[in-house]
């Protein structure tokens, strides 16, 4: 009883939500952007809203300038709903190249898979039994797609909220209140619009680095204010990624590569790979036959960092030319003209590319007996 008459008088000391954000609604008339999954007309239901479905799968954690051409080639490639449900996850997951986090186009395919089957959902728990959409996917979609006023609160709609009404705690453990105050804005003045407004505000004017002078509502905002803008919202403390350093192995024979076959689960699932190994100073003590496993050529290239969401790969490239197979558990050797039409994740991408390139010429000779040994035996 208790926490439910705390988040009654939080509600109440907020002013109205539709008097409060009406300031945006001619901002974002004037300044909003053209994107290729925006609809025209704001006030209707949107004409197609497997487009809004895809780009808000594309848009999570993912730039909007970096979403843009993915989009475009996606809609041309899977125009509907139906031409994606019956796509291999091999063509998906070769589409969605580059973009990452690759566990969302399996989500996007499953969802197309059971809207076809079942149709749309109309309202906002139908949208959340969809595979992938979470509160704030299902939200989006059911108030930019289909006009309803469920509030959407993403990252940039939360840094707003906070600022304009001086929440100086995490805004994320008041999600529920927020979306309660701000539903009678999305009914006075539109879901879509407002939706798409609010997210347009945190996006171009109220960032890391806000522009108080350029924004509509900063005459209401509690934090500009009271001069807190930079410290609002609060941080989160963020977990520290693993760090593991590890070998990335690009062997041929005879024009065909060692590569594993997608997975069903893991980080890089439904994506080919490169065979890896990690960084042991014991490989080093298997190093003295030069020409091991009857090897012809090797080739390095410098080092790189690969980031994950955390974890942090210290990545040795290496590419190995054999004179003889050999069997490798969890790995296939595929022939190298379809090398390059395989879905792979951007590490594996860039040793792909790598391949085309000249090797560094101050690499030290590495230890691939050792690698070798290891990479047959399985460990």
């Known amino acids: 009883m208790l926490l439910i008459l705390y988040r009654e008088n939080l509600r109440m000391s907020w002013p109205d939500s539709a008097e409060l954000l009406a300031p945006i609604v001619p901002w974002f008339t004037a300044v909003c952007r053209e994107l290729p999954w925006r609809a025209q007309d704001l006030d209707r239901l949107h004409p197609d809203p497997y487009a809004v479905l895809v780009s808000e799968q594309m848009l999570q954690q993912t730039q909007v300038s970096t979403v843009i051409p993915y989009f475009q080639r996606w809609m041309n490639r899977y125009p509907d709903l139906g031409s994606l449900a019956i796509a291999s996850s091999d063509e998906i997951h070769k589409s969605w190249e580059g973009l990452g986090y ?79 105050w701000l539903k009678p804005a999305l009914q006075t003045h539109g879901p879509s619009r407002m939706t798409q407004a609010v997210m347009e505000l945190g996006a171009m004017v109220c960032g890391s680095n806000p522009k108080c002078s350029e924004c509509p509502l900063a005459v209401g905002c509690q934090a500009h204010r009271q001069g807190v803008v930079q410290s609002i919202p609060m941080r989160a403390t963020r977990i520290k990624p693993t760090e593991v350093e590890l070998w990335l192995l690009a062997v041929q024979f005879q024009h065909h590569w060692l590569v594993r076959p997608p997975t069903e689960k893991g980080l890089l699932a439904g994506l080919w790979s490169w065979p890896t190994l990690a960084v042991e100073t014991t490989d080093d003590l298997a190093a003295e036959n030069p020409h091991p496993y009857g090897l012809i050529h090797w080739r390095s290239w410098p080092s790189w960092t690969q980031i994950y969401s955390h974890r942090r790969e210290k990545v040795q490239p290496l590419a190995l030319e054999m004179a003889a197979s050999f069997e490798c558990a969890g790995c296939v050797w595929e022939d190298e003209n379809s090398l390059q039409a395989l879905a792979m994740g951007r590490r594996d991408q860039q040793l792909r590319e790598q391949l085309s390139t000249s090797p560094s010429k101050k690499a030290e000779a590495p230890p691939i007996a050792g690698l070798l040994n290891r990479l047959i035996a399985g460990s």
């Open 102 to 180: 690759y566990r969302r186009v399996r989500n996007l395919q499953s969802a197309a898979q059971a809207i076809v089957q079942h149709n749309w959902p109309r309202d906002l728990k139908g949208l959340m039994q969809l595979p992938g959409l979470g509160p704030y996917t299902a939200a989006a979609v059911a108030s930019i797609a289909f006009q309803l006023p469920e509030p959407a609160l993403d990252g940039n709609a939360f840094r707003v909220l906070a600022r304009i009404l001086g929440i100086a705690s995490d805004p994320k453990k008041a999600g529920n209140e927020l979306r309660t």
